[in-house]
């Protein structure tokens, strides 16, 4: 099993990576919330991997954290979620918001990702219940609908989503929702 991947970040094309380890280039599936967080090209990198062994093929996927390698091995664990669907997720939702749809049982959020339906979303919020990884999201979970009404703000005044994150990355926990929207589109007109 390769848990881990260091080595000089050679190329990246959404969702790949090629990390260049003693001349050896492997090819790296990564979320775009590891995507986004990358060095410049030809700097240092450091991924936590899962390998997966198909009849086919064998394929990395590459992680910045071990929560986002978790919540991608759990991910597995559902029926119907192959790796390719559980990096959508992990695309289209941190592992915070991910914990809070479940904790809240909100499909709404789910169905957003691209390749989820209706179906497929109950199936996960049903089998992810519950699971240590995500159960620390119940207490969190007002929080999040806090973070989710400045992400939806955001979003709505034109925002895109990678700016909305970093955005939401710099508020400090436990802002009312129009003060952290006012936070927010300040920190983002100094952008």
Do not use: W
Not at 56 to 75: K, V
Not at 133 to 139: C, E, H, P, S
Not at 146 to 151: A, G, I, P
Request: glycine share 10%.
């Amino acid at each position: 099993m390769i848990g881990r991947i260091c080595g000089i970040l050679a190329a990246k094309q959404p969702p790949q990576v090629l990390v260049d380890v003693g001349g050896v280039g492997y090819e790296i599936d990564v979320p775009m919330s590891t995507f986004y967080n990358l060095p410049a090209l030809g700097e240092k990198i450091s991924l936590l991997t899962h390998l997966a062994i198909r009849e086919d093929a064998h394929l990395l996927y590459g992680f910045a954290s071990e929560i986002e390698r978790t919540a991608f091995r759990e991910l597995l664990k559902v029926s119907g979620i192959g790796a390719k669907t559980a990096l959508s997720v992990l695309s289209g939702l941190s592992v915070n918001d991910l914990s809070a749809a479940i904790a809240a049982q909100e499909i709404g959020r789910i169905v957003k990702v691209p390749g989820i339906g209706k179906k497929t979303a109950e199936r996960l919020l049903l089998e992810l219940k519950g699971r240590p990884v995500f159960a620390g999201a119940i207490a969190s979970a007002a929080l999040a609908g806090v973070s989710d009404d400045v992400r939806q703000a955001l979003l709505a005044l034109g925002y895109n989503e990678r700016e909305t994150t970093e955005a939401l990355r710099a508020l400090p926990p436990d802002l009312p929702v129009g003060e952290a929207i006012r936070q927010a589109l300040r920190s983002l007109s100094r952008a």
